[in-house]
Every structure is written in structure tokens, then in C-alpha cells.
């Protein structure tokens, strides 16, 4: 090893019990010191084996076969399990609150300086470097289980970076963070590589928000494929997955391919000449919202230890609409679908599904008028096989056998049936949980986070999903943090700030008006009305 490389791969195949294929084939690479490495593939595909190879949770703690070597700092981590390398790598898991260990932020931070032994006085200075850097001050006395999920993710990056460690990994860490909180984040890792000198490697599905700070990517297709290793530039020019950008620039002939949207909107004049006079198709049937209103709120307000979570909130959702709710960490969005799901009452105010109590529901009538995929969709899984929770949910909803199976096709078509969930990745698990609540056919269909862990192919295939879905009659809401989703599939959005809606209005409408939720197109083609690539092409293709 050089004396700048800081993670060495030398011929690294990892193969897992039960698995014909290997996850990982003759991995060789070297990421060097102040590197911010890219990890991209598909869902599934091994980034997360990657990842956990470096820091020796693989194969110490997941199990499974390493073949060749893999050396963090000087280390081998064959012989060094996870425990050895704490002072040189930090990890920052998909699911932050699983890592956890203590009550409070304050504590949380300290936590792995004092597994270090590092002096009192150093500790509390970092402590507070790190509640600075990622905007957590406020939040420092809080109880973890108090903090919204986007929270949480800044806390558990904030326990990593107070040990100082030479090497920095992170899965998915801008994945449940709303657009600001994820440029605040992103901003502080790339300050950690350019002026601390840290090693970053990290994964991501959503591309749009971190290709521009990355220095390499790494591809990982999976399937025991070959690892592609280039700069960020080059691998766009044919990865199979690219940012919204990046397709425009392909779709548009630019050269050199633009990352960033200030690169895209000083070549994109031409583009913007040949769409005046053109705009895009209205994606929503005004006959079917004639139709059912599906959900109301009236005044509904709910607080959790005095701190209120909404406040006085009035929507509806009618049958044909895809209403996208957004708002920063925090806002009530989570809450808000939980009170129409019927998890919970409001404390005060009403909520009506189809003009009754959604609390007084019987649960096997209501998966048929709602249902509602979590922030964690694994706690919905009991079963021990993917197979067998198809088969539960096709009894729980009463619906023909083989209906999730073949629902759970369309979503994921290389999940395996004997797979047990607890070895999906997350977004494969989120895919089949939306599979299970899909067997009742709810009218109403409530999703928090669905994009949380998926590649762009398959947010694809949810999005058609959700539009066949809406086409038919469904409604659906959606919280989500991802501009890009409700871009594509979107009829209407309502924004919340502090548990109040600050907007509601036709998603083209609110997404174009927000410089913090308007999608990659819309800003590169400002002051027109595009949203999505897709929009763009159908109306060259259509002049």
C-alpha cells in the first residue's frame, strides 16, 4: 500500500451461506486518504457488503466467506474484527436508531469517545463541534426516541465523526433527510474531506443530491459482476443509473456531461428555445376526483409531550389523486398519515375515512380502505421466507391465492422466495411490504419514505405502480423528502412547516414555486413548467 491509500481491496470475493453467487467478485481497488468514494448500484446489488468489508462487520458479524484481503489503515480486517478498527473507521448504518445505545443526543455524541477513553475536555469540545456542524444545538437534551427519523440519521452521523476516525462510512445517509438537512450534511462531509483530510465512502440512490461532491465511483451491479471504478463525469456518461441531469444532458447531446445544475443551465438555452410555446400533459383525471373523497381532516391537532406535532390541519384526498406531503424533518408528516391510517386519535379536531372513525374500524375491514407502508416497513414482516409472508398477507386480505406473489413480480422480480426478509436490503424489504399491503386493494394507499433505499429503476417501477394505481380509482398520499418522486408521479402537494400546511396546491405548481423542493429539470429549465425528463422527451418526440 502507498502511503496515501487508507482502504486497499486486493482480490476481495465475499460469498454468503446458501448463495450459489458470490456478492462480491475479485474486488481490487484503493481508496485514497481525503477521498470521498461513490458507492451506486442497484437495489440489493452488494453496496452494503461493500461497506460493511471495510470496516470488518463482514464477515465477523453478517458471516459468510472472504476470500482475498481487505486493509483499512494497516490493518487487516480478517484479523482485526470490528471492535480493533473503531478508532479508524466510523459507520453509520441505513437504519440509525438500530445503532443507538443511549437516551439523549448529548450522550449519544460522547458515546464512542468514551469507548476510546478520551479526555473529558476533549470530549465536550467535540461534542459541541459536532451539534454546531450538523445543526443539532437545539435538539441536544432530547430523548432519541423523540427525534423524527431524519433526526436521528444526523445524530448517528454526528456519533461517528466525534471519534475522529481516519476513514468515514456511511450507507444511505441523506436517505430519510429532507433536501436542506441533506445539503447541510453534505456540506459538512465534503468540509471533513477538504479540510480534515478524512477518507468518506459512501452509498446512495439518489444520485442527484451527492454525485457533484464525490471524487470516484464505484459501481457495484451485483449478480457477482465486475466493480467498475471511474470519476464521477466518466461513469455517468453510460451508467445504467444516473441523476435527472444527467439524463437530460444524454437526452439533450451535451458535452461534456453536466453534474450539477449550474454546469446544466449555462448549456441548456437551446433546450429551453425548442420547449417555449409546449407544455407538459395533465397527469390527473378530473373525473375521478369527482368522484370519492376518500379522507378528511378537520382541525386536527396532536401533540406528543407537549410539543405539537399538528396543528388544526384540514385536507382531503379523493379517489384519482397522488398527493405528495413534504416539509422538513419534523414537520408532522409521519403524524399526519398515522391519524389517517387509524393508528392514532387526534387530540383535537376529527378525521373521517370515507365518513367514518378510522379507530373504530375492525382491522380486517380496514386494510381494505387504508393501508399504510411505515418508515419501517421490516416491523410489518413476521414470517421467516418472502414466500410465506406473500402467502400470509394473501390470507389476511382475503384475496386470491398467488396475488402478493405476483404484485411483489411487478415491484421486485429477483427476490427469491425462500430469502428470509431480515437478509433484504432495506429497499427490498420496503418492496415487499408495499406487496403485502397492496393484496387488500385499499382504496387509499399511505406510504412514508417509499424511494427509502431504491435505486432508480426500481422508483420506476413504483411510480408506474402508483400511477396504475391512481388511474383505477386509488388515492394516494405520500410523505416523502424525495423531489424527484413527486415530480414523477405527483398530481397535487401539500407542504407542512411546524405541523401547519403552508401550501397546498397542483404539484407543477408548488414543486416550480419552492427553491427547496423544485426537482433537477425544473431548475435547469426554469422559468418553464418541466418537471421530469420524461416531460421533456415526450414533447420533443411529439413536436
Not at 481490487?28 to 451506486?40: F, N, T
Not at 378510522?358 to 382491522?363: E, H, M, N, S
Request: charged share 20%.
Amino acid at each position: 500500500m502507498t502511503g496515501t491509500t487508507v482502504v486497499c481491496f486486493e482480490q476481495v470475493t465475499i460469498t454468503y451461506s446458501g448463495h450459489h453467487r458470490p456478492v462480491l467478485r475479485d474486488v481490487d481497488l484503493r481508496i485514497q486518504r481525503g477521498e470521498l468514494a461513490l458507492v451506486v448500484g442497484r437495489t440489493g446489488s452488494g453496496k452494503t457488503t461493500f461497506l460493511r468489508a471495510i470496516n470488518g462487520l463482514v464477515p465477523h458479524f453478517t458471516g459468510g466467506h472472504l476470500q482475498g484481503r481487505v486493509i483499512v489503515g494497516e490493518r487487516n480486517t480478517a484479523t482485526h474484527p470490528p471492535r480493533e478498527l473503531a478508532d479508524l473507521v466510523g459507520v453509520v448504518p441505513q437504519d440509525p436508531l438500530s445503532g443507538f445505545v443511549t437516551d439523549t443526543v448529548e450522550d449519544e455524541l460522547a458515546y464512542s469517545m468514551e469507548s476510546l477513553g478520551l479526555a473529558p475536555s476533549t470530549m465536550r469540545r467535540r461534542v459541541e463541534e459536532t451539534l454546531d456542524l450538523l445543526g443539532l444545538a437545539d435538539q441536544r437534551q432530547r430523548a432519541m426516541s423523540t427525534l423524527s427519523a431524519g433526526q436521528q440519521q444526523r445524530v448517528a452521523i454526528g456519533a461517528a465523526l466525534t471519534a475522529h476516525p481516519a476513514v468515514l462510512v456511511l450507507d444511505e445517509p441523506t436517505s430519510a433527510l429532507d433536501p436542506g438537512a441533506a445539503e447541510d450534511v453534505l456540506a459538512a462531509l465534503h468540509r471533513l474531506v477538504h479540510d480534515l483530510d478524512i477518507t468518506v465512502v459512501m452509498s446512495e440512490h439518489r444520485l442527484e443530491r451527492v454525485v457533484q461532491y464525490a471524487d470516484r465511483v464505484i459501481v457495484v451491479p451485483g449478480n457477482g459482476e465486475p466493480v467498475t471504478v471511474g470519476q464521477p463525469a466518466a461513469i455517468m456518461h453510460s451508467a445504467p443509473i444516473a441523476p435527472p441531469v444527467v439524463q437530460l444532458g444524454r437526452l439533450a447531446g451535451w458535452e461534456p456531461l453536466p453534474l450539477t445544475i449550474r454546469d446544466a443551465r449555462r448549456v441548456a438555452g437551446p433546450l429551453r428555445d425548442l420547449l417555449v410555446g409546449r407544455a407538459p400533459a395533465d397527469r390527473l383525471d378530473p373525473t375521478l376526483v369527482a368522484l370519492d373523497e376518500l379522507t378528511a381532516l378537520h382541525q386536527a391537532s396532536v401533540s406528543y409531550h407537549q410539543r405539537p406535532a399538528l396543528r388544526e390541519v384540514s385536507l382531503s384526498v379523493h379517489a384519482g389523486e397522488v398527493v405528495a406531503l413534504m416539509g422538513r424533518n419534523g414537520a408532522g408528516k409521519s403524524t399526519l398519515l398515522s391519524l389517517i391510517a387509524g393508528l392514532r386519535r387526534p387530540d383535537r379536531g376529527q378525521v373521517r375515512l370515507a365518513d367514518q372513525d378510522p379507530t373504530a374500524l375492525a382491522p380486517r375491514t380496514r386494510i381494505h380502505r387504508v393501508g399504510m407502508v411505515p418508515q419501517e416497513p421490516g416491523d410489518l414482516l413476521t414470517c421467516v421466507t418472502v414466500g410465506e409472508e406473500c402467502r400470509a398477507a394473501d390470507r389476511d386480505a382475503n384475496a386470491t391465492p398467488g396475488t402478493t406473489r405476483a404484485l411483489l413480480a411487478l415491484l421486485a422480480p429477483d427476490l427469491d422466495d425462500g430469502g428470509h426478509p431480515r437478509d433484504l436490503s432495506e429497499g427490498e424489504r420496503l418492496l415487499l411490504v408495499l406487496a403485502v399491503i397492496l393484496a387488500a386493494r385499499p382504496g387509499l394507499l399511505l406510504l412514508d419514505e417509499p424511494t427509502r433505499g431504491l435505486d432508480y429503476p426500481t422508483k420506476a417501477r413504483l411510480v408506474q405502480v402508483l400511477s396504475d394505481l391512481a388511474a383505477a380509482g386509488h388515492g394516494i398520499m405520500l410523505a416523502t423528502h424525495d423531489v424527484e418522486l413527486a415530480a414523477e408521479v405527483a398530481t397535487r402537494v401539500v407542504v407542512l412547516a411546524d405541523g401547519e400546511v403552508v401550501s397546498d396546491g397542483a404539484a407543477a405548481t408548488v414543486l416550480t414555486a419552492s427553491p427547496m423542493f423544485a426537482p433537477q429539470v425544473s431548475k435547469v429549465l426554469a422559468p418553464q413548467p418541466w418537471l421530469t425528463v420524461r416531460q421533456v422527451q415526450d414533447a420533443l418526440s411529439n413536436p
